[in-house]
């Protein structure tokens, strides 16, 4: 994902990465259903920027996330993405929607896997809380 990442970052025309927001991706449900399907990799920008090469400006909705941080390789991040899926199927709160990962550690930044971060964002449909 690493490529897709960088290709959007320097597709977009100039608009800088938005202060302290990752980039990240949005996987669908058919990517891991039945290994296809469209990823799309984004990195939020500070401004609108104008489209060029496969770059795009895409406004990206809220959601309710069940969400879990992957620390160490992208290698091992099946079991984070396992742990969560078991997590939302127990409580029965899955919703559609793409899932979302962040990339807030990454080979960009260090050599050492074991210092990569990687957030998981699994679609919840909202919970109210308890009376």
Sequence with gaps: MGRGVRRAERGGGGGGRAPGR????????????????????????????????????????????????????????DRTYGAL?????????????????HYLVTAFDTDNESRHLTEVGWPVRPVPPPP
């Design 22 to 77: 990752a980039p990240g991706a949005l996987y669908p449900a058919e990517y891991f259903q039945l290994d296809a399907g469209e990823i799309t990799a984004y990195v939020p920008v500070a401004r609108e920027v104008r489209p060029g090469g496969r770059a795009a400006m895409l406004d990206i909705p809220a959601a309710e996330l069940a969400v879990a941080v992957h620390k160490g390789a992208v290698a091992d991040l």
């Design 85 to 101: 899926g078991t997590y939302v199927a127990r409580r029965e709160i899955g919703a559609g929607g793409p899932i979302r990962e």
